[in-house]
């Protein structure tokens, strides 16, 4: 059974940075590709980033350059680095994992920015 948890989430000010993890127990976390979504109420669950499990990444437009998603395979956790954080970065974050057919959730971490 494959777990994934995030942890990190919380308030801060516009500008402010935030670091994500997300901790995966079962599975094969080196093989997987790892990525990170948000969900506002009301809206569709959207790309953020991923990484493959050689370590290519890839970002939607709004984020790049502010955030940086990384992996520690010895660790089984995959990160979300958040920098220059602005309101509209205020949502739900969610760990997802896919595994050949596979693919899980977290439980997701609320991130909140202020203006």
């Known amino acids: 059974q494959v777990q994934l948890r995030e942890s990190g989430g919380g308030w801060v000010q516009e500008g402010g940075s935030l670091r994500l993890s997300c901790a995966v127990s079962g599975g094969i976390f080196s093989a997987s590709v790892m990525g990170w979504y948000r969900q506002a109420p009301g809206k569709q669950r959207e790309l953020v980033a991923t990484?493959?499990?050689?370590?290519?990444?890839n970002y939607v437009d709004s984020v790049k350059g502010r955030f940086t998603i990384s992996r520690d395979n010895a660790k089984n956790t995959v990160y979300l680095q958040m920098n220059n954080l602005k309101p509209e970065d205020t949502n739900v974050y969610y760990c997802k994992s896919n595994y050949g057919p596979r693919t899980y959730w977290g439980q997701g971490t609320q991130v909140t920015v202020s203006p």
């Open positions: 990484i493959s499990s050689s370590g290519n990444t």
